[in-house]
């Protein structure tokens, strides 16, 4: 007969090598695992997307409530077993893809009391993100990073161009209403800076013009203008993107979550607690070597 101890080993060693499927991707099992969750996600994705579409909806009705079901069933199944194997649950639960899992399986059963709920299980797209960890191309957010830090460090100045921009619409704009005026559709300043918008963002909608030739002498000259304002935004991002990967080289990189640690001592990410790989761009790395990446559920 099997001593207690025996049956708790066994117990802790199945919960062990369910963790490393569930949660890893380096094994034949974690990666298939992962790849048919993949596939799944995309399934209830386009269910979702296939029950908007009336003619569809109404002809199958049935099927898509029950494949609707079959999925969410999946899901919360899939939720408590990581919630079961998981080493932290509580810092699992509390992880954006913890959240994000959470939250793939709760508006099925809130529209039993809200009808029209399950339209927000669009949020499932957002597990797709797992692509990057089953495949290896976690790596791929460095370059993401370098475009956040970019926008970071030119948010000031945006902004600033922005509250130009926005000030020389209502000024165009209440010019263009007095010159216009209601009689050729700009019957109010709201109207003129709607206008004034649309024309500097070289939308041109064409549901109001201006008719006079005054009018149309000060469309032209801010329609010329919205092509160097379309302009000036993005020489903004691009000097900081630049700034951003020249410093970013000095920088130590993980290739979990992809988070760029400054500190060159650091031996585990800040962010998710994984090893780090050696100085980013540097040909060690391009070459393939890194330090050992201990997983995290929370990124999984």
């Known amino acids: 007969m099997s001593s207690p101890r025996t049956g708790r080993e066994g117990a802790d060693g199945w919960r062990e090598r369910t963790r490393h499927v569930i949660f890893e991707a380096d094994t034949p099992a974690g990666k298939a695992f992962d790849v048919v969750l993949l596939v799944t ?141 209601a009689a050729n559709g700009f019957d109010s300043m709201f109207r003129g800076v709607y206008w004034s918008i649309v024309t500097m963002s070289t939308v041109g909608f064409g549901d109001i013009a201006p008719q006079t030739g005054l009018g149309q002498v000060l469309a032209a000259a801010l329609m010329i203008m919205g ?32 988070h760029d640690e400054p500190d060159q001592a650091a031996r585990f990410c800040r962010r998710c607690g994984a090893g780090l790989d050696v100085v980013a761009d540097t040909p060690s790395t391009a070459s393939g070597l890194s330090m050992s990446r201990p997983s995290v559920e929370g990124e999984a």
């Open 41 to 181: 996600i995309g399934v209830s994705v386009l269910l979702v997307m296939f029950e908007s579409v009336g003619g569809i909806s109404r002809r199958y009705p049935t099927t898509l409530l029950a494949l609707e079901w079959v999925v969410t069933i999946l899901f919360t199944l899939e939720y408590v077993a990581r919630l079961a194997t998981a080493e932290h649950p509580a810092r699992y639960a509390r992880s954006f893809f913890g959240v994000i899992d959470l939250l793939a399986t709760l508006p099925v059963y809130i529209s039993i009391v809200i009808p029209g709920a399950q339209s927000l299980l669009v949020v499932r797209s957002l597990r797709l993100l797992r692509v990057f960890r089953v495949f290896k191309m976690a790596h791929w957010l460095r370059e993401a990073n370098y475009l956040l830090d970019a926008v970071r460090s030119s948010a000031q100045k945006v902004i600033v161009f922005l509250l130009t921009v926005l000030l020389i619409n209502v000024i165009v704009g209440s010019t263009m209403y007095v010159i216009e005026g």
């Open 227 to 258: 092509y160097s304002v379309i302009a000036v935004p993005t020489g903004i991002v691009s000097a900081e993107m630049t700034s951003a990967r020249h410093s970013a080289r000095q920088r130590r990189t993980c290739a979990t979550c992809g």
